[in-house]
């Protein structure tokens, strides 16, 4: 029940202002500009099972409107909340092919930060009615304010964020975020609009009994994988352990951030780096995986480590309770 006692995420964000290392004022300035977007596209996302009454995607509704899909619209409803304020130079977006540049090329702008975001993701579950997310990454630019935002701004090594987060539309809607001291995470209570402070210091238990991975894809695995997958159900000490793959990692990563387990999307024969999009969903898990006491690797190298070649990158990823992690990069090593 919320109470007298509970803090709203404003409050949070003032009281905890002198921890990031930049400017206080523009913590606040980012991290409002994501709960202005959450609260747009929650809002959005709770209306999904009404699609076939509004209208489908194509169709016009009933005020002359285009409807459009829900992971269209999540891309432009944060790409505009993140422009109106002054504070981001540059968006890049799983959604658009190149990145956006704001108003950077124009010497008045002072804007010193890019977001990266995939606005929906696991959005094939949205037509089931199951969870899926926002998830988002923040970076300063590199290239001098005043002139416009290159590439370069946009493939920085995960290590160089300064907040990520994620926002998951489930049986309750929660931002969780870090700018680098701690994971919180903050519940909306939709009938006044408000985040409070429900998960306040989130922790990967050190190992733990879950692992998320789409076996279907088993036989097209490394041998690695495949040997730590069999080890998992295997019958010996805490194990077999428990599978669970909802198929959205944002909502995976979060079960098992609370319950302790590992999630995988490894390479395979099918896809030789695996599906998951290192700037928009790797990078900013593993910011949060590594501030909670979790892990986040590619089997081999720390996520974070890695310097991005290309915005739409993709990597193998295991991320997770620490213990878990470095087990299964002990069965990769072998091959
Ligand atoms: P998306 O960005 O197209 O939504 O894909 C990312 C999603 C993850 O949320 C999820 O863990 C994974 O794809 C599921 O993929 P698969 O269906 O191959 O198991
Ligand atoms: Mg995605």
Same mark, same amino acid.
């Given at each position: 029940?919320?109470? !007298?006692?509970?803090?709203? &995420?404003?409050?949070?964000?003032?009281?905890?202002? %002198?921890?990031?290392?930049?400017?206080?004022?523009?913590?606040?300035?980012?991290?409002?500009?994501?709960?202005?977007?959450?609260?747009?596209?929650?809002?959005?996302?709770?209306?999904?099972?009404?699609?076939?009454?509004?209208?489908?995607? $194509?169709?016009?509704?009933?005020?002359?409107?285009?409807?459009?899909?829900?992971?269209? &619209?999540?891309?432009?409803?944060?790409?505009?909340?993140?422009?109106?304020?002054?504070?981001?130079?540059?968006? =890049? +977006?799983?959604?658009? /092919?190149?990145?956006? +540049?704001?108003?950077?090329?124009?010497?008045?702008?002072?804007? !010193?930060?890019?977001?990266?975001?995939?606005?929906?993701?696991? %959005?094939?579950?949205? /037509?089931?009615?199951? %969870?899926?997310?926002?998830?988002?990454?923040?970076?300063?630019?590199?290239?001098?304010?005043?002139?416009?935002?290159?590439?370069?701004?946009?493939?920085?090594?995960?290590?160089?964020?300064?907040?990520?987060?994620?926002?998951?539309?489930?049986?309750?809607?929660?931002?969780?975020?870090?700018?680098?001291?701690?994971?919180?995470?903050?519940?909306?209570?939709? =009938?006044?609009?408000?985040?409070?402070? +429900?998960?306040?210091?989130?922790?990967?238990?050190?190992?733990?009994?879950?692992? %998320?991975?789409?076996?279907?894809?088993?036989?097209?695995?490394?041998?690695?994988?495949?040997?730590?997958?069999?080890?998992?159900?295997?019958?010996?000490?805490?194990?077999?352990?428990?599978?669970?793959?909802?198929? *959205?990692?944002?909502?995976?990563?979060?079960?098992?951030?609370?319950? $302790?387990?590992?999630?995988?999307?490894?390479?395979?024969?099918?896809?030789?780096?695996?599906?998951?999009?290192?700037?928009?969903?790797?990078?900013?898990?593993?910011?949060?995986?590594?501030?909670?006491?979790?892990?986040? +690797?590619?089997?081999?190298?720390?996520?974070?480590?890695?310097?991005?070649?290309?915005?739409?990158?993709?990597?193998?990823?295991?991320?997770? *309770?620490?213990?878990?992690?470095?087990?299964?990069?002990?069965?990769?090593?072998?091959?």
């Amino acid at each position: 029940m919320i109470g !007298k006692k509970n803090k709203t &995420l404003g409050e949070f964000i003032i009281e905890n202002q %002198s921890s990031f290392q930049y400017s206080s004022g523009e913590l606040s300035k980012l991290i409002n500009a994501i709960r202005l977007g959450a609260k747009v596209v929650n809002h959005e996302v709770n209306k999904a099972g009404l699609v076939d009454i509004l209208g489908t995607a $194509g169709d016009t509704n009933i005020q002359g409107e285009n409807q459009q899909k829900l992971d269209v &619209l999540a891309n432009e409803k944060f790409i505009q909340t993140l422009t109106n304020r002054e504070i981001v130079c540059g968006i =890049a +977006s799983e959604e658009e /092919d190149d990145f956006i +540049s704001i108003n950077s090329n124009d010497e008045q702008h002072q804007n !010193k930060y890019v977001v990266l975001i995939d606005p929906l993701d696991g %959005s094939s579950n949205i /037509d089931v009615n199951v %969870s899926v997310g926002t998830i988002f990454s923040i970076y300063r630019r590199i290239t001098p304010v005043g002139t416009p935002v290159t590439l370069e701004d946009f493939l920085q090594p995960g290590k160089n964020q300064v907040a990520a987060g994620y926002i998951i539309y489930g049986t309750s809607t929660m931002l969780v975020y870090t700018t680098g001291d701690g994971v919180n995470g903050f519940t909306l209570n939709p =009938a006044i609009g408000t985040f409070y402070l +429900s998960h306040p210091d989130m922790r990967f238990p050190e190992s733990g009994k879950i692992y %998320s991975v789409n076996e279907g894809n088993y036989i097209h695995f490394p041998q690695g994988v495949k040997d730590y997958i069999k080890y998992c159900q295997k019958e010996e000490g805490d194990r077999p352990y428990t599978s669970r793959y909802i198929g *959205s990692l944002v909502s995976d990563f979060h079960r098992n951030m609370i319950k $302790g387990g590992i999630y995988m999307y490894p390479k395979s024969n099918l896809a030789s780096n695996g599906k998951l999009r290192l700037l928009y969903e790797c990078n900013p898990m593993a910011f949060l995986a590594q501030q909670a006491n979790g892990k986040a +690797s590619d089997g081999s190298t720390p996520i974070m480590e890695l310097q991005p070649t290309e915005l739409h990158q993709r990597v193998p990823f295991f991320c997770g *309770s620490p213990k878990m992690v470095e087990k299964v990069e002990e069965f990769i090593s072998k091959y």
